[in-house]
């Protein structure tokens, strides 16, 4: 087991540029990343050793990180059956106590988060700056649902059938047991993000978090207990997806997952088999529209975000970048100077602007559709090969010109650190081509005219939409929705809709003095003659 912590075992840090100077490659902070710190953490997966075990690695060295124990279907139905069991208890808890506790988490998150952003690094690869973009996201949640959840869950009365004799009140019950299926690429923010508001709507938790970055799920779940939420209550088991996540997905009242299209139609029949619902964070091609109006410098800048963090394995991030062709050379200009100079790193410490990728698979497919496109015409601006001398798994941020609509890189998603860009010459073409997509994650658009923005942003479709920002502004608007439209998904996260989709609603209707039906003497004909009386009046004076 390799402690990747330390200064010897860091790679050189180093530029898109082929310059080998940059900061990132060493060791300032110190390390959680150790292996009594690795067992201790492997002692919360709900596993009794039966299934076996599975080694991990560090994506910045390829030495191995950790051996980690394997759940078997009988670890599963286990999870679920201590987390059903101890649901109740918490569903009774008032909504404010549950609260409480996405409160203190929040503060002790923010106290301790070297430990986790070191984890995130060293599961992932990515550059520090980025690991702490999902201490942000996290924070942010657990504040919003913290304060905002008792308003989100509180009854609401509604107009009753008969005004002054029917009271009627809208509540919402927690659906219990919660399947929640977590990719790699974002570990803290995709486990923790979606499980908190389901915690505090009083739901259990069952979580199978993809095995590479599993550490960082199992320390957050240390830190919520630690907050004072019941261990039973966030199960964690670990495993194949195609063997592990059926049986969750087999268990669970609703169904959180994020990962693959394909994976997700996969996961909505078997829900919708058992008539369970789903929310479903999917894959996306997003794209990113430079109007002839936009700041360029600000647009360049905001195309490095867009486009390379965390190495774009990011399902928001942008592969295709629209340029109108007035400003196109300037555009990429910049584009492609800020791009080349980008610092890739290793360190487990701040200063790299890039890390590396989190596995041979991404490392091929970036590769193969760089090589494909330039292969087949397309020219590279900035980037276009593997670096090899930093560590096994880096890829230089890649700019391609002249991609046709036959490159794989056209339309596939690479999910990687590789954006192909595109002119054109009106709003109207640019919108035509940006939706031209089965997704409908998320998209960009820069212009000084933020009229103008929101106009084109109207006609995108996509889940979220931010106007001279890459993606964050509308990820990090937590009491807004955010998801897909298409091929990107179904349901929401976030917001009204990120807790009222771990509840079912129930209606308590209180009918006074007279029942809805014949009585008092009334026949049949005369009830219905009344009571269509009442349904005029109750037009005519707008009751709703």
């Not at 997966?45 to 690695?57: F, L, P, R």
């Not at 966030?234 to 049986?247: A, K, R, S």
Request: charged share 20%; proline share 5%.
């Amino acid at each position: 087991m390799t402690d990747i912590s330390a200064d010897a075992q860091a790679p050189a840090a180093g530029t898109a540029g082929r310059n080998p100077a940059a900061p990132g490659g060493g060791r300032t902070v110190g390390s959680a990343v150790t292996p009594a710190v690795i067992a201790r953490l492997a002692r919360g997966v709900t596993a009794d050793g039966s299934a076996g075990t599975a080694g991990t690695i560090a994506p910045l060295t390829g030495e191995k990180l950790a051996e980690l124990p394997l759940s078997g279907p009988v670890d599963v139905e286990r999870a679920f059956r201590q987390a059903r069991a101890a649901q109740p208890a918490w569903a009774a808890l008032p909504v404010r106590r549950r609260a409480a506790v996405l409160l203190r988490f929040h503060d002790l998150l923010l106290k301790r988060q070297d430990e986790v952003l070191d984890l995130i690094q060293a599961e992932t690869g990515k550059a520090r700056l980025h690991a702490f973009e999902e201490v942000m996201a996290v924070a942010s949640a657990a504040r919003h649902y913290g304060r905002k959840a008792a308003s989100y869950l509180r009854d609401r009365h509604r107009g009753g059938a008969v005004p002054g004799l029917t009271s009627a009140v809208e509540a919402r019950r927690p659906k219990g047991v919660v399947g929640q299926i977590s990719p790699w690429n974002y570990p803290f923010e995709l486990s923790v993000g979606d499980a908190l508001p389901a915690f505090v709507a009083g739901n259990a938790v069952v979580n199978k978090p993809d095995t590479q970055t599993a550490l960082t799920a199992l320390w957050a779940r240390e830190l919520f207990v630690e907050a004072g939420l019941p261990a039973e209550i966030w199960q964690i088991v670990l495993g194949d997806g195609p063997v592990v996540g059926p049986e969750v997905v087999d268990r669970a009242d609703y169904v959180a997952f994020t990962g693959s299209t394909r994976t997700g139609r996969e996961v909505a029949q078997k829900a919708a088999a058992r008539l369970v619902g789903a929310s479903l964070e999917l894959g996306g091609k997003n794209a990113m529209l430079v109007l002839a109006d936009a700041d360029l410098d600000r647009a360049a800048e905001g195309a490095v975000r867009a486009c390379f963090s965390s190495a774009g394995q990011l399902c928001i991030s942008i592969e295709r970048l629209y340029v109108h062709r007035s400003v196109a050379e300037d555009f990429l200009a910049r584009f492609a100077a800020r791009t080349a100079a980008l610092r890739l790193g290793g360190g487990l410490a701040y200063g790299a602007d890039m890390g590396s990728l989190v596995s041979p698979r991404q490392l091929e497919t970036v590769a193969r559709h760089v090589e494909e496109a330039v292969g087949a015409g397309a020219t590279v601006l900035a980037g276009g090969r593997a670096r090899p001398d930093l560590g096994p798994l880096f890829y230089e941020p890649t700019i391609l010109d002249g991609v046709t609509p036959g490159m794989a890189v056209c339309a596939e998603e690479t999910f990687g650190p590789v954006v192909s860009i595109y002119r054109f010459d009106t709003d109207d073409e640019a919108v035509a081509a940006a939706n031209a997509t089965p997704y409908g994650l998320n998209s960009s658009v820069w212009t000084r005219d933020t009229r103008r923005g929101r106009a084109v942003a109207a006609r995108l479709r996509t889940g979220t939409v931010n106007v001279n920002e890459a993606y964050a502004a509308a990820y990090g608007s937590v009491a807004s929705p955010m998801g897909g439209m298409g091929e990107s998904g179904l349901g929401r996260r976030h917001g009204s809709e990120g807790i009222l989709r771990y509840t079912e609603a129930q209606t308590v209707a209180v009918q006074r003095i007279l029942p809805i039906g014949p009585s008092m003497g009334l026949d049949d004909e005369a009830f219905a003659r009344l009571f269509t009386t009442g349904l005029k009046a109750m037009k005519a004076f707008r009751l709703k």
